[in-house]
């Protein structure tokens, strides 16, 4: 008799655990309830002290294997945590479509930018006591030219035991022309991806989750496209939350942030999961 598949493994990701205490709340209130298996801290957000790491650190230590990973940021609105960072305007991070013309055009210092990472990375374990599992980068930063390098870099010296976020996915080239989003961070992914193999980094096997965020389409409909074909360790982003003034201040993605809690957390997300015999546990 033939046994049913073993279910694949997969990670769901949260990004931006510390932008506001409403995301905060949110991430945690579905790693408790098996509904998120990772998320993704930036360090340079506004809620991310002390009392925000704890309850981040029990929701994860009564989930199954749960991981937390470093949110690396290098865009505004937020600001860098080293003195000299350049290029800033008004002392904040470029936004990240100056960041990605600057290093298309072979504008920035690695160095710079690797000096930026270490110190984002230390801070992580100064507030987790750990190296984080893995790393990803915010809008996609870690994937951008010149920027990669720094990144790899960065990660290899403080935390050589941790993965690392890539974002492409294969998929046949007539699917990938009618999502230009997943066409461009496939690009951009796969010299990430070869750099991440000659330095001995691991990766993810594949990747899902962007869509465009101002469209507010159904997420529900998004994921069951995201799970198709996804080999196990692949990763899933998603972007859960609960809209608060903070968010507001730093964010233009707020209300679908409410629309992907509401279908993590509701009835017809586990059946999509074994529908697709795929798990989080």
């Known amino acids: 008799?033939?046994?049913?598949?073993?279910?694949?493994?997969?990670?769901?990701?949260?990004?931006?655990?510390?932008?506001?205490?409403?995301?905060?709340?949110?991430?945690r209130q579905l790693i408790e309830g098996g509904r998120l298996n990772a998320t993704s801290v930036m360090v340079v957000g506004p809620a991310i002290g002390r009392d925000e790491v704890t309850s981040l650190q029990s929701a994860a230590a009564n989930s199954p294997r749960c991981a937390i990973g470093l949110h690396a940021t290098l865009t505004a609105p937020f600001r860098?945590?080293?003195?000299?960072?350049?290029?800033?305007?008004?002392?904040?991070?470029?936004?990240f479509a100056k960041l990605l013309r600057a290093g298309l055009l072979r504008r920035l210092d690695p160095e710079i930018i690797r000096a930026e990472l270490a110190v984002q990375l230390k801070t992580f374990q100064d507030l987790f006591g750990r190296t984080p599992d893995y790393v990803d980068g915010h809008q996609h930063a870690q994937l951008f030219p010149q920027v990669r390098?720094?990144?790899?870099?960065?990660?290899?010296?403080?935390?050589?035991?941790?993965?690392?976020?890539?974002?492409?996915?294969?998929?046949?080239?007539?699917?990938?022309?009618?999502?230009?989003?997943?066409?461009?961070?496939?690009?951009?992914?796969?010299?990430?991806?070869?750099?991440?193999?000659?330095?001995?980094?691991?990766?993810?096997?594949?990747?899902?989750?962007?869509?465009?965020?101002?469209?507010?389409?159904?997420?529900?409909?998004?994921?069951?496209?995201?799970?198709?074909?996804?080999?196990?360790?692949?990763?899933?982003?998603?972007?859960?939350?609960?809209?608060?003034?903070?968010?507001?201040?730093?964010?233009?993605?707020?209300?679908?942030?409410?629309?992907?809690?509401?279908?993590?957390?509701?009835?017809?997300f586990p059946p999509l999961l074994a529908a697709n015999n795929m798990t989080l546990g």
């Not at 860098?80 to 936004?95: A, I, K, Q, S």
Request: proline share 8%; aromatic share 10%.
């Open 80 to 95: 860098p945590l080293t003195m000299h960072f350049d290029p800033v305007e008004g002392g904040l991070f470029l936004p």
């Open 149 to 268: 390098d720094a990144f790899l870099a960065a990660v290899k010296d403080a935390a050589p035991h941790a993965w690392v976020r890539q974002c492409g996915r294969p998929q046949p080239l007539a699917q990938r022309l009618g999502t230009p989003k997943a066409l461009v961070l496939d690009t951009l992914s796969a010299q990430f991806r070869k750099r991440a193999a000659r330095e001995g980094i691991a990766f993810n096997p594949g990747f899902a989750g962007a869509y465009d965020f101002s469209r507010r389409p159904d997420f529900g409909a998004l994921m069951a496209g995201f799970l198709g074909g996804l080999a196990e360790g692949s990763v899933v982003m998603c972007h859960p939350g609960f809209v608060d003034d903070t968010l507001v201040s730093l964010d233009p993605l707020t209300a679908q942030r409410e629309s992907e809690y509401d279908f993590l957390a509701g009835e017809h």
């Open 1 to 27: 008799m033939n046994g049913a598949a073993t279910p694949r493994r997969i990670w769901l990701c949260a990004d931006d655990y510390g932008i506001s205490p409403g995301v905060n709340r949110a991430i």
